[in-house]
């Protein structure tokens, strides 16, 4: 199975024509490697992208195998770039970036949509401003 964190993402405090981004992980929380598919929003406010993770390469040696060797490390906080295949191990996440472009004051509200073998969900994206105060 796959889930959102977080659930749903919510933007404040934007003025019209500026770009607001928030990052969203989709996580396999099952214990084989998941097929994920990502439906972008429907309006043109919103826009969703993959994020691409920064790739470092590390060297190190083994003293109990008297070897060296380098491994290829992406971000250390349990997040994977999602491979040709579309699959996210398992306890893996792949992160997207949610990018929001008002184009005035008005509330929005759109939502992205997850896709896998055995589940499928919906993550909703708002943008809200608090009401003008009257006096």
């Known amino acids: 199975l796959l889930c959102a964190e977080p659930t749903s993402l919510h933007f404040t405090g934007y003025k019209p024509g500026g770009t607001y981004e ?5 996580r396999n ?8 598919r990502v439906i972008p929003p429907t309006t043109a406010h919103f826009s969703v992208s993959l994020h691409k993770p920064l790739v470092c390469l590390k060297s190190f040696e083994s003293p109990q195998m008297k070897t060296s060797a380098s491994i290829v490390l992406r971000q250390q906080n349990g997040t994977a770039e999602q491979n040709s295949s579309g699959l996210i191990a398992p306890g893996m996440a792949v992160s997207y970036v949610v990018r929001f472009n008002p184009d005035s004051l008005s509330n929005f509200e759109d939502r992205l949509q997850v896709c896998s073998e055995w589940n499928s969900f919906e993550v909703v ?5 608090p009401p003008p105060m009257l006096s």
Do not use: G
């Open 125 to 129: 994206l708002q943008a809200t401003r």
């Open 29 to 36: 929380v099952s214990q084989i490697a998941r097929r994920c």
């Open 22 to 26: 928030q990052t969203i992980k989709i």
